[in-house]
């Protein structure tokens, strides 16, 4: 599999339509954003030869365009969107279209505006297309009143709708469409249309149940001879083979054709690649991303998120002797009766930010026993007092009762959060305790900012977990499920082994972190 590919198209290139949409792009647009801000849109040369010119200057023999769909997938911040939106204007004002309706497309309206935005600038800094065009910015639109023709922003919630009839569609990010149902929509809106265009721009991505993973698919199926060549679809992927060393600086213009230095017109600065390369090699939890939007590499949706080196680098002496009447707060991973249960104990710093972690975790008898590839490990835990083991086939709810409140009568336990969906009594007799218990739904929308600020605190060994083992080893279970909209959870379902004592510490970090804010709005209502 080669990393920059392009399809050979059967039919000989027409020079003259070529030439045209080149002309179009490099005497008329300017780029709009910094450093080439204001500069004519002069093309790069990959930009050029291997897409513009094969897409536009291939024809039937009836002259109209061959290729209906153009999948073009690379790395972000290559000037995709730039040029987006040069096809944009093109497709409205020059494709020879009466009343040609060209949409702009994507996860959401804010999205697709992107490729739109830089399109109006491109119509007001050109004084010909702003004689002839008018822009509603308040509606994101474009239009040309000679011809009746428009650019529109679509909303992001349009599946289901009809009577569009588009010309063009400028396809933004395709990786991040929750569903078919908008490309089926504009797809195949387009039927009335002589030489219609849908044009796919798209970073690589992780879900490969999605319509851009079947477009990816068919482009590598084309561009690889795999099945028969379909004329009307276009590919253009540039990426890192899969099992290439997604590290190695000398192979990153694979994915990045406008990398600096690499003579594809320094769209991409290799600094911030250097950067994003280098935490992600501290971060686990971000290779994937970094793979997927820098590199073009296609992952699954697990990455481990701690590594060894860094999490033991935070195995700081934990004393609980000294840590005697000192404010904390809990967090409780209540599992089945017959799983781990664990508590988080976080004592924040009393100088600094950070917190010492208290850890406890219980595991009834029969589960050690039917667990013959770790019991060795299991009842070296129980021996150590890292692990309470209680008798008989299920939990006993009991003693995990009676330790909590002894570790409350010993600590300043500020809060105690705990999973609603596996409430049980046990929760209620805590209340019962005079505990404050609170329920911590264990949603990505609530577990986001406590993960974010978890993975930060590790990073920079502001935790001392006292290297507990039965944590350690959870530590390295751990995926972190992320979503296209950013947001994040440790997942039980993906991760390869148990997480309950991580998924009671985050917990704990949403009622610290809860707290905190709540005390600084309050010193300053008071201020």
């Not at 992107?114 to 002839?132: F, G, H, N, Q, T």
């Not at 990073?459 to 279970?477: F, T």
């Amino acid at each position: 599999m080669t990393s920059s590919r392009r399809p050979k198209p059967k039919r000989p290139i027409d020079e003259a339509r070529a030439n045209r949409v080149v002309r179009f792009i490099e005497e008329l647009l300017v780029h709009t954003t910094d450093p080439w801000a204001g500069r004519p849109f002069i093309l790069a040369d990959w930009q050029r030869d291997d897409i513009i010119r094969p897409l536009f200057g291939t024809l039937n023999a009836d002259r109209t365009r061959q290729y209906r769909t153009a999948y073009v997938e690379l790395g972000r911040k290559n000037g995709k969107s730039q040029l987006a939106a040069a096809i944009a204007l093109y497709c409205l004002i020059a494709d020879g279209e009466e009343g040609a309706q060209v949409y702009g497309a994507a996860c959401d309206r804010a999205q697709a505006a992107i490729v739109y935005d830089a399109a109006a600038k491109m119509v007001e800094r050109s004084p010909y297309l702003s004689e002839l065009c008018t822009i509603v910015d308040s509606r994101k639109r474009i239009v040309v009143p000679s011809t009746g023709s428009y650019y529109q922003v679509l909303p992001g919630k349009v599946a289901g709708r009809h009577g569009y009839n588009a010309h063009a569609v400028i396809f933004d990010e395709v990786h991040a469409q929750p569903n078919r149902n908008l490309w089926d929509v504009l797809t195949t809106s387009q039927g009335a249309r002589t030489q219609p265009l849908v044009f796919a721009i798209t970073t690589a991505g992780f879900d490969r149940q999605s319509i851009c993973w079947e477009l990816h698919h068919t482009a590598e199926q084309l561009l690889t001879g795999v099945v028969e060549d379909d004329p009307t679809f276009f590919a253009y992927i540039r990426s890192l083979p899969e099992d290439a060393d997604w590290t190695d600086e000398s192979l990153w213009y694979l994915a990045n054709p406008g990398l600096e230095g690499y003579g594809g017109g320094d769209f991409r600065k290799i600094d911030e690649l250097r950067v994003a390369v280098a935490q992600a090699k501290l971060r686990p939890a971000m290779e994937n991303t970094v793979r997927r939007l820098y590199l073009s590499q296609w992952t699954s949706s697990e990455s481990r998120w701690f590594g060894y080196g860094v999490w033991d680098a935070c195995g700081g002496i934990v004393n609980e002797a000294t840590l005697a009447g000192r404010v904390c707060y809990a967090g409780l991973d209540l599992s089945s009766t017959s799983d781990f249960t664990a508590l988080a104990l976080l004592f924040p710093w009393e100088e600094g930010e950070g917190y010492d972690v208290v850890m406890r975790f219980w595991l009834p008898r029969r589960a050690v026993e039917r667990r013959a590839d770790m019991r060795p490990t299991l009842e070296a835990w129980e021996r150590a007092g890292f692990l309470t083991v209680t008798d008989g086939d299920v939990l006993d709810y009991g003693e995990v009762e009676s330790e909590i409140t002894r570790l409350a009568d010993s600590f300043e336990v500020v809060e105690l959060g705990y999973d609603p969906w596996h409430a049980t009594e046990l929760v209620q007799r805590l209340g019962d305790h005079a505990m404050n218990v609170v329920p911590v739904r264990q949603g990505a929308v609530t577990l986001t900012a406590p993960c974010e600020r978890f993975e930060v605190l590790v990073i920079n060994r502001q935790i001392n977990h006292g290297g507990h083992p039965v944590l350690r080893w959870m530590a390295d279970n751990v995926v972190l499920e992320e979503r296209n909209d950013g947001s994040k959870k440790p997942s039980k379902n993906k991760s390869t082994e148990k997480i309950d004592g991580i998924a009671a510490c985050i917990t704990a970090l949403e009622r610290a972190m809860a707290n905190s804010t709540a005390e600084a709005q309050f010193i300053s209502f008071e201020d």
